[in-house]
């Protein structure tokens, strides 16, 4: 048998995407998202002809670049399928471990290079016919060695002993690199060249004073722990998937209106799913997902896409989206000792799933309509701004309570 | 006067064909302290789980406080508390909620939670953990978690499998104070557990648990005599009864 590191990061990888993703791409494409995809990418490409075609005299496109290419630049996730238990089994091959994570910077490195070769060809386009300074091969190699200089500083990012070192690192990196991507689109490059020795120079002093670890063990096992987690949700979004320990993070800024719950029996469980929404993974991707619906939302109504209709469809899709993943929440809790210990009829839990989830969906459809509200009227499309809004709460308040109730009613542990 | 727990003729298991537990019968009657012993494997897990009502049994009757979980499932249900081997805590909530969730599931009075609540969180040394979160707590701090709820729920009987197990002696002295407290006010505790110097010190009976039957049962000396292990010895201990029962056949062959 192989029992070489190399080997048996290849066993890992390949056993995560053959049980713990390949089998749900079936949930997903049954659920109707690919569809919605495909339409959205034909709605996006739409756009951004028209955009191409009629690009505004002012349009921020040194902004706009920076905004696009600069996360998907410093963005520099690392799958290495490290567990717990490697604390005890792989730690004695510590000295073994470069050539398995070599196969980690590698896989992680050709995907990452594909998102910026990706964006770059996104972006350059609309660069070269906003009147771009810089030559679009320029762009491409100065994208590419950007991304190759992150993955390595990243990876040193992550190998230093102190977590708010480790906070304020990548924020400054991000930050240089934010300015590093303007000048490069705004300025002569012998001056961006300059900009990136200086900052290259100070960057690995930098590094080489702080104290760091050879590997970071408890660092690439939580963050391992972490991305696994995230498909979990995602998928858990489709059908039901083995969940592992939830990350929790406090939140406190949503958290207080879950304490604010009145002290009584008929709301223990919504006490608890409260604070289950708010403060699990789940919480976050609906945070993120509201977020991109009202960014989205406003640029959409802002132009009135396809007179305010798209607009409408953009606020429609969004609070479709966020509906998909919160029904994530009637699966938490579902193998829990507690719901059986707790002497409390199994209809109050379902009934707290289902408060909690309506309260948190209505909140997310008003969120995310307010860009359709606030914009689309004054341009005269009141009708649109209205039917996103009557579509969203009727999506909301009737078609997905029955959905949920379906979903609670089918009970795993009755067998 | 009513037995609090009545277990009769459980048989019961994870597989029909294959039941771990064969028959167990036996009572805890109000105020007594009870401890189940055997082996790893010997079925304890498995028959507090039954009586827990997470398992069915094949076989044989549950009754806390004279119902039936089937009969009444929220009065079987309030009149227990569980604190299992390995802490169960919801990561998503801090010891303080922990705290106010079992305090509406119970039905505790705000007052009577708020009350009981500053007091726990003191007597288990937790006043300055309120806040934290479960990843963020030690093993036995979520051990102490656990118990403290147990504890304020205040119910008829507690089902505590494995309590010592992570706990610092400051914790286990908290923990079989309040034991004693709880049991001098009526409330019954069925604890498992391999500590069996702590069990015979407190436990007023003993139920040993051996291949899922029960090879003895009752006070120290019923355990010993069956045992066969002469009167008033010196070896007439807990530990010595356990090792003669466990370890020469226990419920497949004849004792001493």
Same mark, same amino acid.
């Given at each position: 048998?192989?029992?070489?590191?190399?080997?048996?990061?290849?066993?890992?990888?390949?056993?995560?995407?053959?049980?713990?993703?390949?089998?749900?791409?079936?949930?997903?494409?049954?659920? /109707?998202?690919?569809?919605?995809?495909?339409? +959205?990418?034909?709605?996006?490409?739409?756009?951004?002809?028209?955009?191409?075609?009629?690009?505004?005299?002012?349009?921020?496109?040194?902004?706009?670049?920076?905004?696009?290419?600069?996360?998907?630049?410093?963005?520099?996730? +690392?799958?290495?399928?490290?567990?717990?238990?490697?604390? *005890?089994?792989?730690?004695?091959?510590?000295?073994?471990?470069?050539?398995?994570?070599?196969?980690?910077?590698?896989?992680?490195?050709?995907?990452?290079?594909?998102? *910026?070769?990706?964006?770059?060809? #996104?972006? #350059? =386009?609309?660069?070269?016919?906003?009147?771009?300074?810089?030559?679009?091969?320029?762009?491409?190699?100065?994208?590419?060695?950007?991304?190759?200089?992150?993955?390595?500083?990243?990876?040193?990012?992550?190998?230093?002993?102190?977590?708010?070192?480790?906070?304020?690192?990548?924020?400054?990196?991000?930050?240089?690199?934010?300015?590093?991507?303007?000048?490069?689109?705004?300025?002569?490059?012998?001056?961006?060249?300059?900009?990136?020795?200086?900052?290259? !120079?100070?960057?690995?002093?930098? @590094?080489?004073?702080?104290?760091?670890?050879?590997?970071?063990?408890?660092?690439?096992?939580?963050?391992?722990?972490?991305?696994?987690?995230?498909?979990?949700?995602?998928?858990?979004?489709?059908?039901?998937?083995?969940?592992?320990?939830?990350?929790?993070?406090?939140?406190?800024?949503?958290?207080?209106?879950?304490?604010?719950?009145? @002290?009584?029996?008929?709301?223990?469980?919504?006490?608890?799913?409260?604070?289950?929404?708010?403060?699990?993974?789940?919480?976050?991707?609906?945070?993120?997902?509201? &977020?991109?619906?009202?960014?989205?939302?406003?640029?959409?109504?802002?132009?009135?896409?396809?007179?305010?209709? !798209?607009?409408?469809?953009?606020?429609?899709?969004?609070?479709?989206?966020?509906?998909?993943?919160?029904?994530?929440?009637?699966?938490?809790?579902?193998?829990?000792?507690?719901?059986?210990? @707790?002497?409390?009829?199994?209809?109050?839990? $379902?009934?707290?799933?289902?408060?909690?989830?309506?309260?948190?969906?209505?909140?997310?459809?008003?969120?995310?309509?307010?860009?359709?509200?606030?914009?689309?009227?004054?341009?005269?499309?009141?009708?649109?701004?209205?039917?996103?809004?009557?579509?969203?709460?009727?999506?909301?308040?009737? *078609?997905?309570?029955?959905?949920?109730?379906?979903?609670?009613?089918?009970?795993?542990?009755?067998? | 006067?009513?037995?609090?727990?009545?277990?009769? &003729?459980?048989?019961?298991?994870?597989?029909?064909?294959?039941?771990?537990?064969?028959?167990?019968?036996?009572? *805890? !009657?109000?105020?007594?302290?009870? /401890?189940?012993?055997?082996?790893?494997?010997?079925?304890?897990?498995?028959?507090?789980?039954?009586?827990?009502?997470?398992?069915?049994? $094949?076989?044989?009757? #549950?009754?806390?406080?004279?119902?039936?979980?089937?009969?009444?499932?929220?009065?079987?249900?309030?009149?227990?508390?569980?604190?299992?081997?390995?802490?169960?805590?919801?990561?998503?909530?801090?010891?303080?909620?922990?705290?106010? +969730?079992?305090?509406?599931?119970?039905?505790?009075?705000?007052?009577?939670?708020?009350?009981?609540?500053?007091?726990?969180?003191?007597?288990?040394?937790?006043? =300055?953990?309120?806040?934290?979160?479960?990843?963020?707590?030690?093993?036995?701090?979520?051990?102490?978690?656990?118990?403290?709820?147990?504890?304020?729920?205040?119910?008829?009987?507690?089902?505590?499998?494995?309590?010592?197990?992570?706990?610092?002696?400051?914790?286990?002295?908290?923990?079989?104070?309040?034991?004693?407290?709880?049991?001098?006010?009526?409330?019954?505790?069925?604890?498992?557990?391999?500590?069996?110097?702590?069990?015979?010190? @407190?436990?007023?009976?003993?139920?040993?648990? $051996?291949?899922?039957? #029960?090879?003895?049962?009752?006070?120290?000396?019923?355990?010993?005599?069956?045992?066969?292990?002469?009167?008033?010895?010196?070896? /007439?201990?807990?530990?010595?009864?356990?090792?003669?029962?466990?370890?020469? !056949?226990?419920? $497949?062959?004849?004792? &001493?």
């Amino acid at each position: 048998m192989d029992r070489s590191v190399d080997s048996l990061w290849q066993a890992r990888s390949s056993d995560f995407w053959r049980r713990s993703a390949v089998p749900y791409f079936r949930y997903i494409a049954q659920s /109707g998202l690919p569809g919605v995809i495909v339409m +959205l990418l034909l709605a996006g490409m739409a756009g951004y002809g028209m955009l191409l075609r009629n690009m505004p005299e002012h349009f921020p496109i040194t902004l706009v670049g920076v905004a696009v290419l600069t996360p998907i630049i410093c963005w520099s996730p +690392l799958r290495t399928w490290l567990r717990e238990a490697d604390i *005890v089994f792989l730690v004695p091959r510590e000295a073994e471990m470069p050539a398995y994570l070599r196969r980690s910077f590698r896989y992680n490195g050709m995907a990452c290079a594909a998102a *910026v070769l990706l964006l770059c060809g #996104i972006y #350059i =386009p609309l660069y070269l016919a906003a009147n771009g300074r810089t030559s679009a091969v320029l762009i491409v190699c100065a994208a590419l060695l950007l991304k190759a200089l992150q993955l390595g500083s990243a990876w040193r990012e992550r190998q230093l002993v102190h977590a708010g070192t480790r906070r304020s690192m990548r924020l400054l990196r991000w930050a240089a690199t934010a300015v590093g991507v303007a000048s490069l689109l705004h300025t002569e490059l012998w001056k961006t060249a300059i900009y990136l020795a200086v900052v290259i !120079g100070l960057f690995a002093l930098l @590094y080489k004073r702080l104290p760091r670890y050879p590997i970071p063990w408890l660092q690439l096992i939580e963050e391992e722990r972490r991305t696994r987690r995230r498909y979990t949700v995602f998928f858990g979004a489709f059908t039901d998937v083995p969940t592992e320990a939830a990350p929790v993070k406090p939140r406190r800024y949503l958290s207080w209106m879950a304490s604010r719950i009145r @002290y009584r029996k008929e709301h223990a469980f919504i006490y608890l799913y409260a604070f289950t929404l708010i403060r699990t993974e789940l919480g976050g991707i609906l945070i993120r997902l509201t &977020g991109l619906g009202v960014f989205t939302g406003f640029l959409s109504a802002h132009s009135g896409l396809w007179s305010g209709w !798209g607009a409408a469809g953009v606020c429609l899709l969004f609070v479709w989206l966020s509906g998909i993943q919160l029904s994530a929440l009637a699966q938490a809790h579902r193998h829990s000792v507690w719901r059986h210990v @707790y002497p409390l009829p199994e209809q109050i839990r $379902h009934d707290a799933v289902l408060r909690v989830d309506r309260a948190a969906a209505l909140a997310c459809a008003v969120i995310i309509w307010l860009p359709q509200g606030l914009l689309l009227p004054p341009q005269g499309y009141m009708v649109q701004a209205a039917a996103s809004l009557g579509l969203s709460l009727l999506y909301v308040l009737i *078609v997905r309570p029955g959905r949920v109730r379906r979903k609670l009613a089918v009970d795993p542990d009755e067998d | 006067m009513k037995p609090v727990l009545e277990v009769k &003729g459980l048989t019961g298991g994870y597989s029909p064909r294959r039941p771990v537990l064969h028959g167990l019968t036996f009572e *805890v !009657g109000a105020g007594e302290m009870i /401890g189940l012993i055997g082996l790893n494997g010997a079925g304890k897990s498995t028959a507090i789980k039954h009586i827990l009502g997470l398992m069915q049994p $094949h076989a044989g009757e #549950i009754r806390i406080g004279g119902h039936t979980l089937a009969d009444n499932p929220q009065q079987y249900r309030s009149s227990l508390a569980y604190v299992p081997e390995s802490p169960l805590l919801f990561d998503e909530l801090t010891v303080e909620e922990h705290l106010a +969730l079992t305090g509406m599931a119970y039905q505790i009075e705000e007052e009577a939670y708020e009350r009981r609540r500053e007091s726990l969180l003191d007597e288990f040394y937790m006043t =300055p953990k309120r806040g934290a979160f479960a990843a963020h707590l030690s093993k036995g701090m979520r051990q102490k978690v656990m118990i403290m709820n147990a504890l304020l729920a205040k119910p008829a009987l507690y089902v505590i499998d494995e309590p010592f197990l992570g706990l610092d002696p400051l914790g286990i002295r908290s923990l079989l104070d309040k034991l004693v407290e709880v049991t001098k006010e009526g409330s019954s505790v069925f604890m498992s557990s391999h500590i069996l110097s702590t069990v015979e010190s @407190y436990c007023s009976r003993f139920i040993v648990l $051996h291949q899922g039957a #029960i090879v003895a049962q009752g006070s120290l000396q019923d355990v010993c005599e069956a045992a066969g292990l002469p009167q008033g010895s010196r070896a /007439g201990s807990l530990e010595e009864a356990f090792y003669r029962l466990v370890a020469g !056949g226990g419920a $497949h062959g004849p004792i &001493g």
